[in-house]
């Protein structure tokens, strides 16, 4: 196996910029890689291998020439499909965005271009992200390279799959319940979350706007650490980012982390949780003790109503943004002979399943005589949710939780349970709800060998804890050395 592909982007990045690699060759062992092995994972929906190769030569030539270089110069990337990049194909994994070429680049997109990245490929994922297997993808599912049986996790499944398998470095994915974080758990790698509003959503396909943050995946945590900072900052073009002085996360991540409190939230740790999952857990838990961090019972008491209240608000958000498929203004657009019929048909042939199944939840959950009793209602829920953490803070500086109750489960148990789909995420959510960063790491092994992921939450824009907490445990582990025998 060629050595470049088990590197990490911080060393790539480092060897591109000595000349003791080529991005080119860099680039193309990937590539080369993605030939070998994404015919059995499917990571991918299209592989830019034109597109990645110039990039390539560009920074080659750039560095050549002694000009200045960006964080990221030379070093490939897997973008997940619902992220623009300029002239190049962006699905959505729907049917109705099949065809549709990007018109102009995401504002992440500009940023990793002005660093230097090269863009290898678009990821599969659930169609308009929503979803936690990749199985609601119009095209095909992702498999687990752990074990191609299982899940890869969603929506960012195939961001996943393509970092775990070595097909990249480095990978985006967007998460508005859990879709990072969760699939990056079930793949064995790092996954970030930032603060809402850290990270611009300007050419990103918008899901649920009060909750989608677009973040890092990658196999350890200084390299997601590296891509945050070349993708944070503030933009005028996503009202909802904010102005706050984006730190180098790699100034603080080596930091000890003697004294610091970490708080296990009881309502996490329940009777439903799987036993490889708890004893995995437990032993992070021991190694942060041995780190001279402070371990404490916290309550984060709304928990219960948190997938509810979600599910209340992602679907309603989702009805209005999904509106502006109508197969007029782009898009799949059917035959018909009138525009009611084309409004209906395109939508009705254009949308998958699960993604009709939310817009009729939460055009029913908005409509004039239910408003208040469920969007309303759910949006105090949220408010409580959000105190819990504020609370919680005020004695603890992280929280440490599983990031998913069940390793990766297998392709088609629970696709015709919505219900048991969506508890999936029970320990991602709220951190989208309280706005508040988190991360997964990889934390161990269920006993048929599936990886199993930690999570850790921070308060708002204080990643800088989180990462470094995550570096310490990293240190003290082997689990990011480890790659699936794919
Ligand atoms: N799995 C969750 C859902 O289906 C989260 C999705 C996401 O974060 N995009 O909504």
Known sequence: MNEIIKMSATTLAEKIKNKDLTSVEVTQAFINRAKEVDPKIKAYISITEEYALKQAKESDKKIASGKEIGQLEGVPIAIKDNILIENIKMTASSKILENYVAPYDATVIEKLKSSGAVFIGKTN???????????????????????????????????????????????????????????????????????????????????????????????????????????AGYDKKDSTS???????????????????????????????????????????????????????????????????????ICCSEASANLARYDGVRYGFRAECDNLLDEYQKSRGQGFGPEVKRRIMLGTYALSAGYYDAYYGKAQKVRTLIKQDFENAFKTVDLILTPSSPTPAFKIGEKSSDPLQMYLSDIFTISCNLAAIPGMSIPCG???????????????????????????????????HKQFPNI
């Open 125 to 231: 994922l659930d169609e308009f992200a929503m979803g936690s297997s990749t199985e609601n993808s119009a095209f095909f599912t992702t498999r687990n390279p752990w074990n191609t049986e299982h899940i890869p996790g969603g929506s960012s499944g195939g961001s996943a799959s393509a970092v775990s398998a070595m097909t990249a470095p480095l990978a985006l994915g967007t998460d508005t319940g859990g879709s990072i974080r969760q699939p990056a758990s079930c793949c064995g790698i790092v996954g970030v979350k930032p603060t809402y509003g850290r990270v611009s959503r300007f050419g990103a396909v918008a899901f649920a706007s009060s909750l989608d943050q677009i973040g890092p995946m990658s196999k350890t945590v200084e390299d997601s650490a590296l891509l945050l900072n070349v993708i």
């Open 242 to 312: 904010i102005d706050v002085a984006v730190p180098n996360y790699l100034d603080t991540i080596k930091q000890d982390i003697k004294g610091l409190k970490i708080g296990l939230p009881k309502e996490y740790f329940i009777d439903g949780l799987d036993s490889d999952v708890k004893k995995s857990i437990n032993e992070a838990i021991e190694i942060y003790k041995k780190l001279g961090a402070e371990i404490i019972e916290i309550s984060l008491p709304h928990t219960d109503y948190a997938v509810a209240i979600y599910y209340i």
């Open 445 to 479: 092994f269920s006993q048929k060998g599936i990886p199993i992921g930690m999570q850790l939450l921070a308060k708002n824009f204080d990643e800088q804890t989180m990462f470094k907490s995550a570096y310490s445990y990293q240190q003290s582990t082997n689990w």
